[in-house]
T-cell receptor
Framework: KAGVTQTPRYLIKTRGQQVTLSCSPI?????VSWYQQTPGQGLQFLFE???????NKGNFPGRFSGRQFSNSRSEMNVSTLELGDSALYLC??????????????FGEGSRLTVL | AQTVTQSQPEMSVQEAETVTLSCTYD???????LFWYKQPPSRQMILVIR??????QNATENRFSVNFQKAAKSFSLKISDSQLGDAAMYFC?????????????FGKGTRLSVIA
């Protein structure tokens, strides 16, 4: 079974631009979560989608948004990029909502550099 | 809000030796999950071990075991017979067990070096 796939793996943008990152969850997984990882702040939760609806949102400005498609694939978008948005963006999937095993399955991440 | 603290930013261990990584957490909930994730240079977070709070028995996965002290809110990871491939960042994480997919709350991580 293929794992969580994130594209692109690396990208460089300049301040003020926008970026879209993509995540394909494990087949059959319907929940997709996004996390931002930086050296200073560590791993922080961005948002979670299930059945094409945002179910949870972390403490990030409105420049960060996302969506989920009917095939469970998800995209996140960051508009008006700032230098501080440079980070590794990790996507994670899980089969369903509800306790289950609690485990999230992570992709390899998209490394965004803002110049 | 829940918090997770890893007090050891870096640790090192000799190959074949045993090392223990510390983690404490703060919560008012009684039902939750605790995890140790490993992040090698390849960046992919890999689950090492999982513990359900309602289970008193400590989880074990091959060379990896935990010491779960619920009252003390402590969740340490012991790696036995350390191997070069164990070198990575290790993150302790907490997750509520309530309905819905609550987010993972991560500690800052411990960088483990394995010395040949």
């Amino acid at each position: 079974k293929a794992g969580v796939t994130q594209t692109p793996r690396y990208l460089i943008k300049t301040r003020g631009q926008q970026v879209t990152l993509s995540c394909s969850p494990i087949s059959g997984h319907r929940s997709v979560s996004w996390y931002q990882q930086t050296p200073g702040q560590g791993l922080q939760f961005l948002f979670e989608y299930f059945s094409e609806t945002q179910r949870n949102k972390g403490n990030f400005p409105g420049r960060f948004s996302g969506r989920q498609f009917s095939n469970s694939r998800s995209e996140m978008n960051v508009s008006t990029l700032e230098l501080g948005d440079s980070a590794l963006y990790l996507c994670a999937s899980s089969p369903r909502r509800g306790p289950g095993t609690g485990e999230l399955f992570f992709g390899e991440g998209s490394r965004l550099t803002v110049l | 809000a829940q918090t997770v603290t890893q007090s050891q930013p870096e640790m090192s261990v000799q190959e074949a030796e045993t090392v223990t990584l510390s983690c404490t957490y703060d919560t008012s909930e009684s039902d939750y999950y605790l995890f140790w994730y490993k992040q090698p240079p390849s960046r992919q977070m890999i689950l090492v071990i999982r513990q359900e709070a309602y289970k008193q028995q400590n989880a074990t996965e091959n060379r990896f075991s935990v010491n779960f002290q619920k009252a003390a809110k402590s969740f340490s990871l012991k790696i036995s017979d350390s191997q070069l491939g164990d070198a990575a960042m290790y993150f302790c994480a907490y997750r509520s067990a309530g309905f819905g997919n609550t987010p993972l709350v991560f500690g800052k991580g411990t960088r483990l070096s394995v010395i040949a």
